[in-house]
């Protein structure tokens, strides 16, 4: 069965440090995959996506993150992290080919001044 | 703006009232949602909505009933709510693609409800 797991639910890091938040999935088939953002009290927004392609996918807010296919990994990096990018991040599933659609249940990064 | 627009952002209201949430989307999309989103909880898909299908968590209780009257417009339409019920609720739209899947959502800023 489709899964997304994230296994930190805090991650503290002082500003201008680097930052890894971590997303493993499972699935019997192909999968499209996401990061999405959340700033409290908004909606979620859309950080960055695999369909195809390139392993290392850029996103918005100087994001990337990069599949793994074979440890079946998602991990979202940004080099150095700023007061702003204080915030929820999910990370999301989708099995090529369905309209099933998975989300982790978060992480809060929480950047130290 | 992000595309996806939900009115009203707060709501209070009583376990008696009847109130609707709102969700409006202008980006073509195909297909619509309603998440519920409480503390310290994971994501629950309520409702989902689009040509192929009409969705419902069987989880949901009664006093919840979606509304999609067209492709651009969602309703979630609330009765005797219990305090429980307050949460923040998401609309989402996305485009599907048929034979190729999903390729992310869009969420509007969601709507604040609290039941007293």
């Known amino acids: 069965a489709q899964s997304v797991t994230q296994l930190d639910s805090q991650v503290p890091v002082f500003e201008e440090a680097p930052v890894e938040l971590r997303c493993n999935y499972s699935s019997s088939v192909s999968v499209y995959l996401f990061w999405y953002v959340q700033y409290p009290n908004q909606g979620l927004q859309l950080l960055l996506k695999?369909?195809?392609?390139?392993?290392l996918v850029k996103g918005i807010n100087g994001f990337e993150a990069e599949f793994n296919k074979s440890q079946t990994s998602f991990h979202l990096r940004k080099p150095s992290v700023h007061i702003s990018d204080t915030a929820e991040y999910f990370c999301?599933?989708?099995?090529?080919?369905?309209?099933?659609?998975?989300f982790g249940t978060g992480t809060r990064l929480k950047v130290l001044a | 703006e992000t595309g996806v627009t939900q009115t009203p952002r707060h709501l209070v209201m009583g376990m008696t009232n009847k109130k609707s949430l709102k969700c409006e989307q202008h980006?073509?999309?195909?297909?619509m949602y309603w998440y519920k989103q409480s503390a310290k909880k994971p994501l629950e898909l309520m409702f989902v909505?689009?040509?192929?299908?009409?969705?419902e968590n069987n989880s949901v209780p009664s006093r919840f009933s979606p509304e999609c009257p067209n492709s651009s417009h969602l309703f979630l339409h609330l009765h005797t709510l219990q305090p429980e019920d307050s949460a923040l609720y998401l609309c989402a739209s996305s485009h599907r693609d048929r034979g190729e899947g999903e390729y992310g959502y869009t969420f509007g800023s969601g709507t604040r409800l609290t039941v007293v």
């Open positions: 980006l073509g999309h195909n297909a």
């Open positions: 999301a599933v989708s099995e090529t080919g369905t309209y099933k659609y998975i």
């Open positions: 909505y689009s040509l192929e299908e009409r969705v």
């Open positions: 695999y369909l195809s392609g390139s392993t």
